[in-house]
């Protein structure tokens, strides 16, 4: 994968729909969230043709604040889940990151909550929203246990707020990559229900 990727919300969509391509605009990964459903789940494709799925990540509750969300390859086995931090996440945005075992190695911080306030509360009014949206810019960075910057994940200047720039800090192996990846998604997507 060439870096920076680039995460792309659908702008008008029944569901939740994002695509994620790299520096050449080669298409990576294709998620979609499943919809009527009582536990939150993400479904990730090769690409928008939905040929091949490439895993799935659900909740493991019910509408809850708290939920852990595993990530699932084709044969069901868990490769790692993302927990968002109770009451920590409420002004900043704190997201745990745990492998297979459900060890934590990493975690997903806001590096600017004020910039994620006024993103949310000015960027739905017409009109406000459109300047917003090119000023004020959420990012979060994804590091490990002993400090290491893996990933950064900006918000970019758009008209519609569905676009995210995506940087590798440092190099990682493959499994993790891709772990740290779908966290990213999820993270995303949880993100953006809240605003």
């Not at 519609?160 to 995506?166: R, S, Y």
Request: charged share 30%.
């Amino acid at each position: 994968m060439q870096y920076p990727l680039t995460l792309n919300f659908k702008k008008i969509a029944f569901a939740k729909q994002a695509t994620l391509t790299d520096a050449s605009s080669k298409p990576i990964a294709y998620a979609r969230q499943k919809i009527l459903k009582l536990k939150e789940e993400l479904e990730i494709f090769e690409d928008k043709t939905k040929a091949k799925k490439v895993c799935s990540i659900k909740a493991n509750k019910v509408l809850d604040f708290r939920a852990a969300y595993s990530f699932t390859d084709l044969n069901e086995r868990p490769f790692g889940s993302i927990k968002r931090e109770g009451l920590r996440s409420i002004w900043k945005a704190t997201y745990l990151l745990n492998d297979s075992d459900d060890n934590h190695y990493a975690t997903i911080r806001e590096e600017n909550p004020f910039a994620k306030v006024v993103d949310t509360f000015l960027g739905s009014i017409v009109g406000v929203g459109l300047i917003v949206n090119y000023i004020f810019n959420p990012s979060y960075i994804i590091t490990t246990e002993k400090g290491k910057e893996l990933f950064r994940i900006t918000k970019e200047p758009s008209f519609w707020g569905g676009l995210f720039k995506i940087e590798k800090l440092s190099e990682i192996d493959d499994s993790e990559e891709i772990r740290c990846l779908m966290a990213t998604f999820m993270m995303i997507f949880l993100e953006k229900s809240r605003g």
